[in-house]
């Protein structure tokens, strides 16, 4: 969540230490997502324009936050590995945040290449 927080794009997201909240555009209208971990791991609470769009929403929250990696099949690639099986040894099920869709992706990769985090927060804030 932290790192998600520390790129949060002014419009679009919301961090405040603890819980996650984003805007996202899906098929049928717009929603609201929340983000905030538990002891039993991430609690989703969705605010939807439409209810058809909940699949949408929550398939969304999976890629943002790497739910559908298999860390079974993760630790048995890189574990033997000399540099990477340690690591991934001290930090089983690690997961890789991402973004909620593959434009959003590919927009945040190529102003970030440039300039700071905070630099891409404005443009990215000012492109919202």
């Not at 609470?45 to 739910?67: I, M, Q, W, Y």
């Amino acid at each position: 969540m932290a790192f998600l927080g520390a790129r949060a794009v002014p419009g679009v997201e919301q961090f405040d230490g603890r819980s996650y909240r984003r805007s996202v555009a899906l098929e049928s209208g717009s929603a609201i997502v929340e983000l905030t971990p538990d002891a039993d791991g991430v609690r989703c609470r969705l605010e939807l324009e439409h209810p058809a769009d909940e699949d949408s929403a929550v398939a969304s929250c999976r890629r943002l936050l790497d739910l559908d990696a298999d860390p079974s099949a993760m630790e048995t690639q890189l574990g033997g590995d000399p540099v990477l099986g340690p690591l991934v040894a001290l930090r089983p099920g690690l997961r890789i945040p991402s973004t909620v869709d593959g434009f959003e992706l590919a927009v945040r990769a190529i102003v970030g290449q440039q300039i700071s985090v905070a630099g891409a927060r404005t443009v990215l804030g000012r492109m919202a």
